[in-house]
Each structure stands twice: as structure tokens, then as C-alpha cells.
Nanobody
Framework: QVQVVESGGGLVQAGGSLRLSCVAS????????MGWFRQAPGKDREFVAT???????TYADSVKGRFTISRDNAKNTVYLQMNNLKVEDTAVYYC????????????WGQGTQVTVSS
């Protein structure tokens, strides 16, 4: 069982920045694929970014150039630096873990709210 805990959400004005953090338990964090997803009110959950154990990184087109995903294996932590935030980035942000490094994301955090005001 992997515990996943996000933090760092909050209220920010459009154009501002936030950094989300996600700590995942386990001795093999360096072999996890990590991801960030978000869900806005009334919408389906959507992919934001992934950071693979091999170093591969992907972003949704909507956040490219504004968001940066990174990880610190020594701290079992993945980060999402969000710059130039837009009102449409408002959502609950979820951290996800693929604990075998190849399959689907099988552990999820409880989510952290990000609200961007105009």
C-alpha cells in the first residue's frame, strides 16, 4: 500500500504561481511513475503532467510552458510548479502513483484545491 499526500494548493490571482508537492510512501519511489491530474467542477478528471522513473516527462498541451513537474527521489516527493496561472486552471489537483513503473496509476492522493481568481 502506497500512501500519497498532496499539499500546496490555495488561492492565487491570475498570473500568479503556486507549487504543489506530493509525498508518496515506499522504498522504491525511484521506480514509481508519478503523475498530476486535475478535476474542475462539473468536468471529468484530466491529465496534467507525468514524471517517469526513467526521466521521461509529459505535459498536457494546456499547461505546456507554464507548469513544470519535477521529482526528488531522496525525499519521495514530486512537485508541480505552476506559473502564469489562469482562471481555467482552477481545479482539485490529484497526485497519482504507478507503483510498478509501467502500468496504470494505482494509488491516488486526496487532492488539493487550487483556485485562481481573475
Amino acid at each position: 500500500q502506497v500512501q500519497v499526500v498532496e499539499s500546496g494548493g490555495g488561492l492565487v490571482q491570475a498570473g500568479g504561481s503556486l507549487r504543489l508537492s506530493c509525498v508518496a510512501s515506499g522504498r522504491t519511489f525511484n521506480l514509481y511513475n508519478m503523475g498530476w491530474f486535475r478535476q474542475a467542477p462539473g468536468k471529468d478528471r484530466e491529465f496534467v503532467a507525468t514524471n517517469g522513473w526513467s526521466g521521461s516527462i509529459t505535459y498536457a498541451d494546456s499547461v505546456k510552458g507554464r507548469f513544470t513537474i519535477s521529482r526528488d527521489n531522496a525525499k519521495n516527493t514530486v512537485y508541480l510548479q505552476m506559473n502564469n496561472l489562469k482562471v481555467e486552471d482552477t481545479a482539485v489537483y490529484y497526485c497519482a502513483v504507478s507503483s510498478d513503473g509501467v502500468g496504470k496509476f494505482n494509488y491516488w492522493g486526496q487532492g488539493t484545491q487550487v483556485t485562481v481568481s481573475s
